[in-house]
């Protein structure tokens, strides 16, 4: 798709022709595919600790005295007396955060300006747990060439407005010294993840300045905690976001393409997000290393972030785009989702609003097509639940809704989320239940109408 804004570009392409296996130079910490944050993170009610390292990524020259390679200069806490095996996966996760810090190999030198950005990253352990690294990069304070700095926060929680607050008061304790960054991380790293809509309030002393009060608060909607969709709204207009979850809810291959990096995490989580209640579960990589671009080469679908100016390597090559994207969802509910998106966003507007705004009528698509399975799904004896698919599609009176949902039946993301559902004997008290609740009153509240109406 061309002209898809200044900033950011989303490239829907269908492999053709033959491709070689990705790069698996990082060890086994990253051999795993990447996940969307909402399937492969835990359900969050609260008292986990916060975060698993802070550690600071710079640059160091390399032995041969030609080049710079991103190294951890600082890690709290230390861990001592591991066991054999738990040291081995320590080793594995530290070799492996570095590349990320740095994931362009553009910045790998002394440099007057760098833009400050803020970005995150998901790696996949050989045990299949997974952890995202929430990183602050920019240069520190000084005259002339510096080298640029990333603080990480290695963590197995998804909340990027908390973490992102944590970042500005590490940064700002770093600039006046390494020592006072300890009883900060320390106070967060013995306090509990609070549960959604309540605050943990940290006391920490800064020289010169006092004790200060830090508050972190969870959103009341935790659904929405990891992802702010504004990025994706200032990149992209309203028609091509629609296009990009059209091939998101078919599993395509989809690239995104930017120059910055807080620009390509933002938009790919945001895009991941918009398929609530149901979760990605192919490689899914915000920011991809140089030295992992053979990933976008991958016969299965993928959901991947490039710096633009990698564009000639990952899509000089036999791929083309389907050219379907319009066709993919029920004219009417395309049309719905336009409609509320187009009402607008008030300046004054929350993240928390903005991100209900934007994710409200996508997760009324699913309730439209989707949302009646509990009544196909047939419990036996033992209480495991069998899912009627032909009877599930065939309920829809729609016929542009029966042929998308005779796709979508087919599609992981689906499975998965049916699976689940077969398992438990009630559905969860989610948000996607709730609104499954208000449309099925909404239609036995209109029924009566109609009839007085003929």
Same mark, same amino acid.
């Given at each position: 798709?061309?002209?898809?804004?200044?900033?950011?570009?989303?490239?829907?392409?269908?492999?053709? @022709?033959?491709? %070689?296996?990705?790069?698996?130079? $990082?060890? *086994? =910490?990253? !051999?795993?595919?990447?996940?969307?944050?909402?399937?492969?993170?835990?359900?969050?009610?609260?008292?986990?600790?916060?975060?698993?390292?802070?550690?600071?990524?710079?640059?160091?020259?390399?032995?041969?005295?030609?080049?710079?390679?991103?190294?951890?200069?600082?890690?709290?806490?230390?861990?001592?007396?591991?066991?054999?095996?738990?040291?081995?996966?320590?080793?594995?996760?530290?070799?492996?955060?570095?590349?990320?810090?740095?994931?362009?190999?553009?910045?790998?030198?002394?440099?007057?300006?760098?833009?400050?950005?803020?970005?995150?990253?998901?790696?996949?352990?050989?045990?299949?747990?997974?952890?995202?690294?929430?990183?602050?990069?920019?240069?520190?304070?000084?005259?002339?060439?510096?080298?640029?700095?990333?603080?990480?926060?290695?963590?197995?929680? @998804?909340?990027? %407005?908390?973490?992102?607050?944590? $970042?500005? *008061? =590490?940064? !700002?304790?770093?600039?006046?010294?390494?020592?006072?960054?300890?009883?900060?991380?320390?106070?967060?790293?013995?306090?509990?993840?609070?549960?959604?809509?309540?605050?943990?309030?940290?006391?920490?002393?800064?020289?010169?300045?006092?004790?200060?009060?830090?508050?972190?608060?969870?959103?009341?909607?935790?659904?929405?905690?990891?992802?702010?969709?504004?990025?994706?709204?200032?990149?992209?207009?309203?028609?091509?976001?629609?296009?990009?979850?059209?091939?998101?809810?078919?599993?395509?291959?989809?690239?995104?393409?930017?120059?910055?990096?807080?620009?390509?995490?933002?938009?790919?989580?945001?895009?991941?997000?918009?398929?609530?209640?149901?979760?990605?579960?192919?490689?899914?990589?915000?920011?991809?290393?140089?030295?992992?671009?053979?990933?976008?080469?991958?016969?299965?679908?993928?959901?991947?972030?490039?710096?633009?100016?990698?564009?000639?390597?990952?899509?000089?090559?036999?791929?083309?785009?389907?050219?379907?994207?319009?066709?993919?969802?029920?004219?009417?509910?395309?049309?719905?989702?336009?409609?509320?998106?187009?009402?607008?966003?008030?300046?004054?507007?929350?993240?928390?609003?903005?991100?209900?705004?934007?994710?409200?009528?996508?997760?009324?698509?699913?309730?439209?097509?989707?949302?009646?399975?509990?009544?196909?799904?047939?419990?036996?004896?033992?209480?495991?639940?069998?899912?009627?698919?032909?009877?599930?599609?065939?309920?829809?009176?729609?016929?542009?809704?029966?042929?998308?949902?005779?796709?979508?039946?087919?599609?992981?993301?689906?499975?998965?989320?049916?699976?689940?559902?077969?398992?438990?004997?009630?559905?969860?008290?989610?948000?996607?239940?709730?609104?499954?609740?208000?449309?099925?009153?909404?239609?036995?509240?209109?029924?009566?109408?109609?009839?007085?109406?003929?």
């Amino acid at each position: 798709m061309d002209g898809l804004g200044r900033r950011l570009r989303a490239s829907l392409r269908l492999k053709r @022709g033959r491709w %070689g296996p990705p790069q698996e130079n $990082l060890g *086994e =910490v990253v !051999k795993e595919p990447e996940r969307a944050l909402e399937h492969c993170l835990p359900n969050l009610a609260g008292g986990q600790h916060f975060f698993e390292y802070l550690l600071v990524v710079s640059l160091k020259r390399k032995h041969s005295g030609e080049d710079y390679e991103p190294r951890i200069i600082y890690q709290f806490p230390k861990r001592e007396n591991l066991l054999r095996g738990q040291q081995e996966e320590e080793e594995r996760l530290l070799g492996a955060i570095p590349l990320f810090c740095f994931p362009d190999g553009n910045e790998r030198a002394p440099l007057t300006e760098c833009p400050r950005e803020t970005f995150s990253f998901v790696l996949t352990n050989v045990d299949g747990s997974r952890k995202i690294g929430y990183c602050r990069r920019l240069l520190p304070d000084g005259h002339g060439p510096r080298l640029p700095r990333v603080y990480c926060i290695i963590s197995c929680i @998804g909340c990027f %407005g908390l973490f992102s607050k944590i $970042l500005d *008061e =590490v940064e !700002k304790r770093h600039q006046i010294s390494m020592a006072i960054i300890y009883p900060f991380m320390q106070g967060l790293r013995e306090a509990a993840f609070p549960a959604p809509g309540k605050t943990v309030t940290l006391k920490s002393f800064i020289p010169d300045s006092g004790t200060e009060f830090i508050s972190l608060t969870r959103p009341l909607d935790s659904h929405l905690e990891h992802v702010d969709f504004r990025s994706l709204m200032r990149c992209l207009s309203f028609e091509q976001i629609l296009q990009i979850f059209a091939s998101a809810v078919l599993e395509r291959r989809i690239i995104f393409l930017a120059e910055g990096l807080s620009t390509l995490s933002q938009c790919i989580h945001a895009t991941a997000a918009l398929l609530y209640p149901f979760s990605w579960a192919h490689t899914y990589i915000p920011v991809v290393p140089e030295s992992l671009l053979g990933t976008v080469c991958c016969p299965t679908p993928f959901m991947v972030g490039v710096q633009m100016r990698f564009r000639q390597e990952v899509l000089d090559s036999p791929m083309e785009e389907v050219g379907d994207e319009k066709d993919i969802l029920p004219p009417k509910l395309q049309d719905d989702i336009l409609e509320s998106l187009s009402q607008g966003i008030k300046e004054s507007q929350t993240s928390e609003q903005i991100n209900e705004h934007v994710s409200r009528p996508f997760v009324q698509f699913f309730v439209k097509t989707v949302g009646h399975y509990a009544s196909y799904i047939k419990r036996e004896v033992n209480g495991q639940g069998r899912f009627q698919e032909r009877a599930f599609y065939k309920a829809l009176t729609s016929k542009a809704n029966r042929r998308f949902v005779k796709k979508f039946v087919k599609t992981q993301l689906f499975s998965l989320f049916i699976q689940e559902a077969e398992k438990s004997k009630n559905p969860p008290a989610d948000y996607f239940q709730k609104k499954i609740r208000e449309y099925e009153e909404q239609k036995k509240q209109k029924k009566p109408k109609e009839k007085t109406v003929k």
